[in-house]
């Protein structure tokens, strides 16, 4: 499932898609919990809990059937790789109880933003003056976004603006790990050290789940866990500077959920600022791939 994988850009493309449907999938189900749409409302360590028990049981069972090839196992980058996700998944999940899912989605595309600011004093990376102009472009978008000073400024949406810093950094530890282990290992450890950290979290607010809202905790993990999938499988298939701009499809999935199922408009404020921060992104994106594609030393991998 993870292996190298023959050039295919069109099934590279429909693979990325569709992660971007199960990646909003999975964040419509932690609205659905946290927002009370299920019952009680659902505090978000607990639907964090939910996210990476069930991602966790699905890549268990994946792994007894492909048996991969397992390597070296960097415990120490994994648990601090694996706290960051948790802490921004929890953050993120909290934030969309609040907030529209299309605008929290629009924010958390700030992730390679904070991850390229944060490589700096942490990998030693240069920056230039392209890739600088491509993330104050997306920090304008968020400022439009956030709507900061004006009554219309949600508080909640400081909660996505937080899980995006704080999945800018897990992504510099899984830049270090791409490094050193292969991406069903990384996959498999990272979720079992999540449901570690997320099942001592929970403890103090668990509340035994109805029904429905088992189902849906088990939304939230699989569909996370089909999205990790498609997304690895997308990007061994295609250059990641072609094929990662799609990823920005997720917004679009977005906003179709927010509207079908929560009957959510997006306005033109908010329209305005996510398509500024899409096109900082694309535009470092771009910025990366030509950068690794010149550069005479290795560039560090991203899973």
């Known amino acids: 499932m ?13 693979l990325m898609l ?6 909003a999938s999975s964040t419509a189900f932690a609205k659905l919990l946290g927002a009370g749409g299920l019952g ?28 991969p090839q397992f390597t070296t196992i960097h415990w120490g980058l994994h648990i601090r790789r694996t706290a960051c996700g948790w ?4 953050l993120m999940f909290a934030a969309v109880a609040f907030i529209p899912l299309a605008d929290a989605t629009a924010i958390s595309f700030l992730n390679p933003v904070f991850a390229m ?4 004093p942490l990998l030693g990376e240069r920056v230039g003056p392209v890739r600088w102009g491509a993330a104050a472009l997306a920090l304008l978008g968020a400022l439009i976004l956030l709507r900061p000073g004006t009554g219309a400024f949600q508080p909640a949406a400081l909660l996505a603006l937080g899980a995006a810093l704080i999945l800018g950094l897990e992504i510099i530890f899984i830049k270090r790990l791409s490094e050193r282990e292969g991406a069903m290992q990384i996959l498999l450890v990272n979720n ?16 035994w789940p109805t029904a429905a809202q088992w189902a849906a905790m088990a ?7 089909m999205a990790q999938t498609c997304f690895l499988n997308a990007v061994a298939r295609a250059e990641a500077s072609f094929i990662v701009p799609f990823s920005y499809a997720t917004l679009i999935s ?13 306005v033109a404020t908010s329209a305005i600022g996510a398509a500024i921060i899409i096109a900082g992104g694309a535009l470092l994106a771009w910025r990366e791939g030509r950068v690794k594609g010149h550069a005479s030393a290795p560039q560090p991998n991203t899973e």
């Not at 993870?2 to 050039?7: I, N, P, Y």
């Not at 939304?219 to 866990?225: E, F, I």
């Open 2 to 14: 993870f292996q190298a994988k023959a050039q295919n850009p069109p099934l590279a493309i429909a």
């Open 18 to 23: 569709s992660a971007t449907l199960f990646i």
């Open 40 to 67: 009680t409302q659902m505090h978000p360590l607990q639907v964090s809990f939910g996210r990476f028990l069930f991602a966790g049981l699905a890549l268990s069972a994946a792994a007894a059937i492909i048996r």
């Open 87 to 90: 802490g921004g998944v929890t």
């Open 117 to 120: 600011m944060l490589a700096i």
């Open 192 to 207: 079992l050290i999540g449901v570690c950290i997320a099942g001592l979290a929970v403890i103090p607010v668990f509340q």
């Open 219 to 225: 939304g939230v993990g699989l569909s996370m866990a």
């Open 254 to 266: 977005a906003a179709v959920i927010d509207f079908a199922v929560f009957g959510v408009i997006p």
